[in-house]
Nanobody
Framework: VTVAESGGGSVQPGGSLRLSCVMSGFPYLRYYMGWFRQSPGKGREGVAAITSDQTAYYSASVEGRFIVSLDNAQKILSLQMDRLEPDDTGMYFC??????????????????WGQGTQVTVSS
């Protein structure tokens, strides 16, 4: 299984970015995928997640600003990030796992991870 993120970059506060994650070699029909971020001095934070039946979950810090989506056929996960704030700065990781879990925003429940893509929000 390989997981690869793209789409990071630098943007001013209030701007937008769209992250993508392509998953390959993943044979499961029932699964979930998520976005996590980590910045210096902070722990890993679950940002958004979505199941293969299209149920989405968001952290309180991004709800209303970020939208997670999943193309099941292509196994491509996306994260549309609008109204970005400096606190959104960090390395963003895509993760995936088969079946289901009781907490989709907890990284311990994910089996496969990408290498990350950097998002910087600064004026």
């Amino acid at each position: 299984v390989t997981v690869a993120e793209s789409g990071g970059g630098s943007v001013q506060p209030g701007g937008s970015l769209r992250l993508s994650c392509v998953m390959s070699g993943f044979p499961y029909l029932r699964y979930y995928m998520g976005w996590f971020r980590q910045s210096p001095g902070k722990g890993r934070e679950g940002v958004a997640a979505i199941t293969s039946d299209q149920t989405a979950y968001y952290s309180a810090s991004v709800e209303g600003r970020f939208i997670v989506s999943l193309d099941n056929a292509q196994k491509i996960l996306s994260l549309q990030m609008d109204r970005l704030e400096p606190d959104d700065t960090g390395m963003y990781f895509c993760a995936a796992s088969p079946e289901s879990t009781r907490n989709y925003l907890l990284g311990n429940f994910y089996a496969f991870w990408g290498q990350g893509t950097q998002v910087t929000v600064s004026s």
